[in-house]
């Protein structure tokens, strides 16, 4: 094992005793649970205590929710009807105390999930830039907004408006920035917000919590800890949250919706799961292909959503596909996150190597050999990837997000054949074509973006640049996320209408002049 370079050394475990409840950083006097990571600290394999935090249950998840039903009052609250740039003056302050926090929060990424140094770095940055991109956009939102339409004899001021209570739930493999990417929009748009941290990645919230309880006025953010059965239940029960904010897993998403007395009054911003495909052509360009499949299928250790989860490749260039791939995954470094050379790092999820197994397990049984090598070494905290071949539906590694280190290749003769399996399968999110005759790639394009919500020409699937829609149908998403499609999934549209005539006007003319209204207002933020 490499020596843990020294600033990166856990020498004392955090103790997270505080919660953020109305606008207070109280001490947590309960129960707590310890965490861990599956890195080790010692030559001899054990895993790491980082430190530990609340567990919280109903009576603290409930109050939370009182908080952040009081700061929105029906939307009579300070927050909600609060003039554009103070709730951005809000926010700049916030992403301003954040920055101060880079480095302890990207130790903790590295720690609490494995994610590399370079990869935490790049979450943490990409993060802030969010941030201030949301703030520009809702700026140009505003100023678009901010002018009266005459139709039919009728003056309009049409803008955006929060929505309510929001109840935010994120995912342990971007724990800060897809958090965030749910937080930040809600926040800013006047909503109120009641957070529960993801299952790991929970430590890393903490330097942020000061910052927001400096930032952010009374009740605006709650956050709290505990398991996400124990304390969104309740939560959802109560029919308090107009937005359930989840990025996860589809079974808990219906599951938390059920719970809400009123369907209608819910709005949902969902990013669940997907089964990403690869289909490679006869004529793709096969270096090209093997290096995206790689990045697509094994970044992260294949733990993101977006990650390539099956690949379809012509059953004429298969063999070369196959050996070109298998190798290039045997030379893939594994390592420690701070490790320089390291690719694939250690599982969080101290069960998932079992669970990898078991899917490698039933497919060989079904079938399917391991290509590579290394395929399928275990280690402490690592099964190394196993490439699949060939793969067939009777496998559960065709059905199940494995969402870890393992592909599985599937041949085709037909395109006809991974086109169906998409129309069939509960997941819609992306594909990753590889080819170049543009006779065979221009209708192919032209299904396969009736099937998912992005297609990715000679690349692999991703989410960024955080500009463009992130969405997909079916099981995989509800709602659209980008920093500008954001700002309106946690805004609703509407408007002030008042008939033309001199009484009216003269009304309209004296609210704008005096700048009594936040919301009949024609500011311009610079
Ligand atoms: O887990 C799913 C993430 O949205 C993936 O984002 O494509 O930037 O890794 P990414």
């Not at 020294?6 to 965490?35: A, C, F, M, S």
């Not at 140094?117 to 956009?137: C, G, L, M, N, P």
């Not at 910052?211 to 505990?226: D, E, R, T």
């Not at 704008?512 to 209204?517: G, H, P, Q, T, V």
Request: charged share 25%; net charge neutral.
């Amino acid at each position: 094992m490499n020596a843990i370079p020294k600033h990166l050394q856990i020498n004392e475990p955090i103790h997270q005793r505080e919660y953020l409840l109305d606008g207070e950083l109280k001490v947590w006097e309960g129960k707590t649970t310890e965490v861990f990571s599956t890195i080790s600290s010692t030559n001899e394999y054990k895993h790491t205590l980082l430190g530990s935090i609340p567990y919280m249950g109903e009576k603290e998840a409930l109050e939370a929710l009182k908080s952040s039903d009081k700061a929105f009052k029906n939307g009579q609250g300070n927050w909600p009807t609060m003039k554009v740039q103070d709730r951005i003056q809000c926010m700049e302050n916030f992403v301003s105390l954040m920055k101060d926090e880079r480095e302890e929060v990207v130790k903790l990424l590295m720690w609490e999930i494995g994610k590399t140094k370079a990869d935490s770095e790049k979450e943490f940055d990409r993060t802030v830039k969010y941030i201030y991109d949301t703030i520009e956009d809702y700026k140009e939102l505003n100023h678009e907004g901010a002018r009266f339409t005459k139709v039919q004899g009728i003056n309009a001021m049409i803008k955006r408006s929060p929505l309510g209570v929001v109840l935010c739930l994120g995912p342990y493999n971007y724990p800060l920035n897809e958090t965030f990417t749910l937080l930040i929009p809600a926040l800013i748009m006047g909503n109120t917000v009641v957070f529960k941290p993801a299952k790991f990645g929970v430590l890393l919230l903490s330097p942020l919590l000061k910052a927001f309880q400096s930032a952010f006025p009374k009740g605006v953010i709650n956050i709290l800890y505990g398991r996400g059965r124990e304390v969104a239940s309740p939560i959802m029960k109560t029919g308090l949250v107009t937005v359930l904010s989840l990025i996860g897993n589809s079974k808990s998403a219906i599951a938390l919706q059920d719970l809400h007395p009123g369907k209608n009054k819910l709005r949902l911003i969902l990013g669940l799961e997907a089964k990403n495909p690869a289909i490679i052509l006869p004529d793709a360009n096969l270096d090209l292909a093997v290096s995206e499949c790689i990045s697509g299928s094994l970044s992260y250790n294949g733990q993101r959503c977006t990650a390539l989860k099956i690949i379809y490749v012509h059953e004429s260039i298969a063999d070369e596909f196959n050996k070109k791939f298998s190798a290039k995954v045997d030379q893939l470094k594994f390592g420690n996150p701070w490790d320089n050379e390291a690719f694939l790092t250690p599982l969080p999820e101290p069960n998932k190597p079992d669970y990898i197994q078991e899917l490698i397990d039933d497919a060989k049984v079904n079938g399917a050999n391991i290509l590579n090598k290394k395929g399928g070494e275990r280690s402490n905290n690592y099964i190394f990837p196993a490439v699949l071949f060939p793969v067939n539906k009777k496998m559960r590694v065709y059905h199940e997000e494995q969402f870890g280190p393992v592909v599985p290749i599937m041949t085709f003769n037909d395109i006809q054949e991974p086109l169906d399996d998409m129309a069939a399968s509960d997941y819609g999110q992306q594909v990753s074509l590889f080819g170049k005759d543009t006779n065979t790639l221009a209708p192919l394009i032209d299904v396969l973006i009736n099937l998912v919500c992005r297609v990715n020409l000679n690349s692999s699937c991703q989410r960024g640049p955080d500009v463009f829609p992130f969405t997909g149908r079916k099981d995989s998403a509800v709602g659209t996320l980008s920093i500008h499609d954001a700002l309106r999934s946690f805004s609703i549209r509407t408007f002030v209408a008042s008939k033309e005539n001199e009484y009216n006007n003269e009304i309209l003319q004296e609210l704008l002049d005096s700048k009594k209204s936040n919301f009949i207002n024609t500011d311009y933020i610079l």
